[in-house]
């Protein structure tokens, strides 16, 4: 095997983007990816195109390259043991592992080597080189970094996962698999308990199941609420928690990202997964509340959120305590609306926040509920 320069001069070239959001948004032969959040594609010298990120320094080597595809004439691991050998004549093996065999969840087998090696050229780098069969054709590629970033190798892991290839007849086709009837699928928030372990049977923690009418699913809460939620982005940042689910009966099934199947029963509002029971959630649409909440513990009654059931609201302190991260936490007053767990405030200053938010039918009262939830922190009346 000839492998190519293992970094060449570059110039910029653009990519195109896709709305289906389980389908990779970029190609480059017959791979299929979704690009590197910070990462755009590039050509070589010799015409081919790899991925390095936006911010790479000067004098600093970053990069993933594709070999061109090959005819299978022996067995994938022969090939890839003798391919392994060719990189060793390039640069020196400071230190690797054995040929690692993954199933990939998209259908195909993986052969993969992770090393450090050094180059006269390019110093001490870290380098992964590896290979898979696609019907007749060998698919290979490698990852090389001398920057020494978590960031770099964080993004190479991304690639790696959402990695498909065009024709190939072991990608699983998930809208067939999962078909969502015509009258649509679920739609709406589940919350239960699950528990921790068999040693300690009597610690649990909350989790969450939000189902979308497109049939697709996620098991977390989205800190802003599900209006506006962007499935796509999400199952690029966090595939081990985005999937698919189809019905049958009274069976829901889902499908996660990252190959884990979970079967659910359902009879009514209440869904048993594992043995676990998850409750469905008011959605509260239009919803208008009136009183006090507060998080619990006698150090925080200073930090309240009031509604007035004219749709206007008021704040001392109160977002700090619900994760509320960006630069201006100001307490503050204005307007605000429920809809598909989401509370939307729209402050007199200018600032629009969104949180997750739910209510428990059990704590349901009208227009004044004795426990609120806004993101995963409950908030109680002030009685």
């Not at 190609?27 to 990816?33: A, E, L």
């Not at 690797?96 to 090393?115: R, V």
């Not at 180059?119 to 590896?130: D, S």
Request: glycine letters at 10%; hydrophobic letters at 35%; charged letters at 20%.
């Amino acid at each position: 095997m000839k492998s190519g320069p293992i970094l060449l001069l570059l110039v910029l070239v653009c990519g195109a983007s896709s709305q289906d959001a389980w389908k990779p948004d970029t190609q480059i032969g017959d791979f299929q990816f979704n690009m590197p959040n910070g990462w755009q594609k590039v050509q070589g010298r010799n015409g081919g195109t790899l991925l390095v990120p936006t911010n790479l320094q000067s004098g600093s080597t970053a990069a993933i390259d594709f070999l061109p595809p090959q005819g299978l004439t022996t067995d994938l691991r022969s090939w890839f043991s003798a391919s392994w050998a060719e990189w060793q004549r390039q640069f020196k093996v400071q230190q690797a592992g054995a040929i690692q065999t993954q199933h990939h969840p998209n259908g195909f087998d993986l052969l993969s080597i992770d090393a450090r090696v050094s180059h006269p050229q390019f110093g001490y780098c870290e380098f992964v080189f590896a290979a898979t069969r696609v019907g007749r054709k060998i698919e290979a590629y490698y990852f090389i970094s001398n920057a020494g970033y978590y960031s770099y190798r964080n993004a190479f892991d991304d690639f790696q996962h959402s990695l498909q290839f065009a024709n190939n007849p072991a990608t699983p086709h998930r809208d067939q698999q999962n078909p969502v009837p015509a009258g649509g699928g679920l739609n709406g928030m589940f919350v239960g308990y699950r528990m921790r372990s068999t040693i300690r049977p009597d610690e649990s923690h909350i989790e969450y199941l939000v189902f979308f009418p497109d049939g697709n699913a996620i098991r977390y809460l989205p800190e802003a609420g599900i209006d506006n939620f962007n499935f796509r982005s999400a199952l690029r940042d966090s595939r081990d928690y985005c999937g698919r689910y189809h019905l049958s009966g009274g069976q829901v099934t889902i499908d996660w990202a990252n190959n884990d199947t979970e079967t659910a029963s359902r009879s009514g509002d209440t869904l048993k997964v594992r043995g676990d029971s998850y409750f469905a959630v008011l959605t509260d649409n239009g919803l208008k509340l009136n009183g006090t909440y507060r998080r619990e513990g006698a150090d925080l009654a200073r930090y309240f959120i009031r509604f007035a059931p004219d749709g206007r609201f008021a704040e001392n302190g109160i977002l700090p305590l619900l994760a509320y991260s960006r630069q201006n936490t100001s307490p503050g007053s204005g307007t605000y609306s429920i809809g598909n767990n989401t509370l939307h405030l729209n402050y007199s200053d200018g600032r629009k926040i969104a949180f997750s938010f739910f209510i428990f039918a059990q704590d349901e009262a009208g227009e004044h509920p004795g426990m609120i939830h806004l993101n995963t922190y409950a908030l109680l009346a002030n009685r």
